[in-house]
């Protein structure tokens, strides 16, 4: 039997390691067997699919893949940021649960390479990844303390536990949280009155927030006011006119019911 080795917890979360390489019926060279397991959340699990046990070179937690590749990110990857949230997020509301807000400390991001560099000389060669999606970064959310059950009838999750609000702005990478959330927070008497309900579509204000910070850099929300419609829009301004433009729009809505995630 193969001894795994724990590298990874998000909630409770644990994200473990075969301790043997894998030497054949993997994709690439340098690749190992991971495998997830989460005890308290079958939603969550089931939200996962077939990526309970997966291939890769390392995983990481989507803060250290920021830092690891010195905040140069991708545009590819951040459509499969966009994509893979948006699976899970479906799951769980066809199970009848959402997500309050995502941090960087939530999301684990799987690898198949160890860099997308490469040079004119070798683009070409048979050697070269880039290019070949089946090894693009995968992420998966797994903090099953932010999931929480939805109100069938006004759509209204029913947070019945504590959130931490980010204490600064330079901390909010830690937990993106839409307008009514931190409205929410800020009026504990309004929370306790409501059962802190919010709509579920919180949580696709907070996935925004974390693309245009993975792919732009920029924190949309300081923790201590609400972003005009002109400063958001300044922050795309890099991406303005992309279908991921208007999808992140769609996102960010004033109006929680309203928001859509589709990206066409």
């Known amino acids: 039997m193969q001894e795994h080795n724990a590298i990874i917890r998000i909630g409770n979360t644990v994200i473990a ?9 993997t994709p690439q060279k340098g690749t190992f067997t991971f495998t997830i397991k989460n005890e308290v959340s079958p939603h969550l699990m089931q939200s996962i699919g077939d990526m309970a046990s997966f291939e890769a070179a390392s995983v990481l937690t989507l803060r250290d893949y920021l830092k690891r590749c010195h905040r140069a990110t991708e545009l590819y990857s951040a459509l499969r940021l966009v994509h893979d949230l948006g699976r899970q997020m479906e799951a769980l509301i066809a199970g009848g649960r959402g997500i309050a807000c995502i941090g960087v400390d939530d999301v684990a991001v799987m690898l198949h390479r160890d860099s997308d560099a490469f040079t004119h000389a070798d683009s070409d060669s048979s050697s070269s990844t880039l290019g070949n999606s089946r090894l693009d970064p995968r992420f998966l959310f797994l903090n099953d303390r932010l999931i929480f059950e939805v109100d069938e ?3 209204a999750l029913l947070i019945d536990r504590a959130l931490t609000k980010p204490k600064s702005n330079d ?7 839409s307008p009514e959330l ?3 927070l800020n009026n504990k008497a309004k929370a306790s009155a409501s059962g802190g309900g919010v709509h579920f579509k919180t949580a696709y204000y907070s996935a925004a927030q974390l693309v245009i910070y993975f792919l732009l850099n920029v924190v949309v929300m300081d923790s201590g ?5 002109s400063e958001q829009e300044e922050h795309l301004r890099p991406i303005k006119g992309t279908k991921l433009y208007w999808f ?15 990206y066409i």
Not at 171 to 177: E, S, V
Not at 225 to 229: A, G, K, P, T, W
């Open 182 to 184: 931190l409205e929410t």
């Open 17 to 25: 390691k075969h301790a043997q390489q894998q030497q054949q019926q």
């Open 248 to 262: 992140l729009l769609r996102c960010l809505n004033r109006v929680p019911s309203e928001r859509k995630y589709v």
């Open 153 to 155: 009838s006004d759509g």
């Open 171 to 177: 901390d909010a990478a830690t937990a993106f949280m």
């Open 225 to 229: 006011h609400r972003v005009e419609d």
